[in-house]
């Protein structure tokens, strides 16, 4: 069956470093791989969409590389901020899903 | 509204009791979504909604759980004789038509229900 694997254990690290945050995949091959951000108390938010064919896509301080041979997804925040500190999801999915299935997600604090 | 707009924010209900949330999407996005998201868990995919089409049920895990959409509008996520392993926070998202895989999902800050 599909599986999901996001960074295992809560990461923390110091501001102005750069966070990386991973997602593996298993069992299927994705066309399209979203991340979003989940603050404490709230919905996710939607961050960047990256399609099998981009090896890397960029939005200010974020990017996020696709790699499928190694069916991994890595996501970087650079000169990261406290206000950086959320929950990270993936949702690898293939083309024509009808839904989207999340990873459990990465805690990340960017320590002041 | 500007955003997906959930209510009641949060509900506390006996056990054995039934409850109806509700799911004001984004206009004009005719896709739908329903999530359940239990204490420190992942996204839990209940069920799916696109147009006129016949809803993606899949995801509910028993026939106490229902929902409805009228049109392209409000949805209602319906349980029935609650089980406290029903407590979860209750999201829900909506999308513009296409393809969902490839569509950002717009959340609203879900239903935080509680069974005592």
């Known amino acids: 069956s599909q599986k999901i694997e996001q960074n295992s254990e809560a990461l923390n690290i110091q501001e102005g470093k750069t966070a990386t945050l991973t997602c593996n995949y298993t069992?299927?091959?994705?066309?399209?791989l979203q991340w979003y951000r989940q603050d404490p108390g709230r919905g996710p938010v939607f961050l960047l969409l990256?399609?099998?064919?981009?090896k890397e896509k960029r939005k200010e301080r974020l990017k996020v590389t696709f790699d499928t041979t190694l069916k991994q997804s890595l996501f970087h925040i650079t000169a990261s901020q406290p206000a950086d500190s959320a929950t990270y999801l993936c949702?690898?999915?293939?083309?024509?899903?009808?839904?989207?299935?999340f990873g459990s997600g990465t805690q990340l604090t960017v320590l002041p | 509204g500007a955003g997906v707009s959930q209510s009641p924010s949060n509900k506390v209900t006996e056990k054995g009791k039934d409850v109806e949330l509700r799911c004001d999407p984004i206009?004009?996005?005719?896709?739908l979504y329903w999530y359940r998201q239990r204490l420190g868990q992942g996204l839990e995919f209940l069920i799916y909604?696109?147009?006129?089409?016949?809803?993606?049920k899949s995801g509910l895990p028993s026939d106490r759980f229902s929902a409805e959409r009228t049109g392209e509008s409000v949805s209602t996520l319906t349980i029935q004789r609650t089980q406290q392993e029903d407590s979860a926070v209750y999201l829900c998202?909506?999308?513009?038509?296409?393809?969902?895989?490839?569509?950002?999902?717009?959340f609203g800050d879900g239903t935080r229900l509680s069974i005592l």
């Open positions: 949702a690898p999915s293939r083309g024509s899903a009808r839904q989207l299935t």
């Open positions: 069992n299927y091959s994705p066309a399209y």
């Open positions: 206009s004009g996005h005719t896709a």
């Open positions: 998202a909506s999308s513009v038509s296409g393809d969902p895989s490839n569509q950002p999902q717009h």
């Open positions: 909604f696109q147009g006129n089409s016949a809803p993606d």
């Open positions: 990256i399609r099998e064919n981009e």
